[in-house]
């Protein structure tokens, strides 16, 4: 089940700004090679953390969950001089296509990709975050969620990827670890008054949560 409209998504796109050239050439190599292309972030949902990044001028980024880089260069483009991405990655594929694709960026020596268990190395992140975007495996969101609130700067935001899981958390009874984990999730932050939040039904709904 695909709760968002093909139709309505390609419409927004339409009336959306274009994909840098870096981008497209990313999405293009990626869905060319990977059989888990649908993973990418793609033109509108980049569009929008890219949009949101700009707004918060962010001095440091955390991104759980890299896949083939093209989320991270998106949120990159909002950065201060001197500003820094940090973005984890557990496969090795997936952490070598990012790499690359870093080198080619203009921002990549504001760019560090670190490879293995996000639960392991985020607590060796010394930094205060101004914004977060978690979009690694659905069962660690909460875990993710809980290690990197305490950091975050008051006013700054976690942006959680896929808490629609393709329309699965609006079925019943609920079916698969993944679409339970997120909707455990879900509940989770309902009741969470250390932020606010906004669910946006974007692609496959992102979940927008500011620090009070």
Request: hydrophobic letters at 40%; a negative charge.
């Amino acid at each position: 089940m695909d709760p968002i409209n093909e139709a309505v998504t390609n419409y927004a796109e339409r009336f959306s700004s274009k994909e840098p050239q870096e981008l497209k050439d990313i999405s293009a190599n990626t869905i060319a090679v990977h059989p888990q292309h649908h993973m990418l972030s793609g033109h509108l949902q980049g569009r929008f953390l890219a949009m949101i990044s700009r707004l918060m001028a962010p001095a440091y980024i955390l991104e759980i969950g890299c896949f083939t880089g093209y989320s991270a260069l998106c949120l990159a483009e909002g950065l201060i001089q001197g500003g820094q991405l940090h973005s984890i990655e557990l496969r090795p594929r997936e952490a070598a296509i990012a790499r690359s694709n870093f080198s080619k960026s203009p921002r990549s020596g504001q760019l560090f990709l670190h490879e293995g268990e996000a639960g392991s190395i985020i607590p060796e992140l010394h930094f205060t975050w101004d914004l977060v975007f978690i979009d690694a495996d659905k069962t660690g969101y909460l875990n993710y969620y809980e290690l990197v609130l305490p950091f975050l700067r008051k006013g700054g935001l976690i942006i959680a990827d896929n808490v629609l899981f393709h329309g699965e958390v609006l079925t019943q009874p609920l079916k698969g670890k993944n679409a339970k984990a997120i909707q455990a999730f879900n509940e989770y932050i309902e009741k969470d008054e250390r932020v606010d939040k906004v669910l946006v039904t974007l692609r496959d709904g992102l979940l927008l949560l500011q620090k009070k």
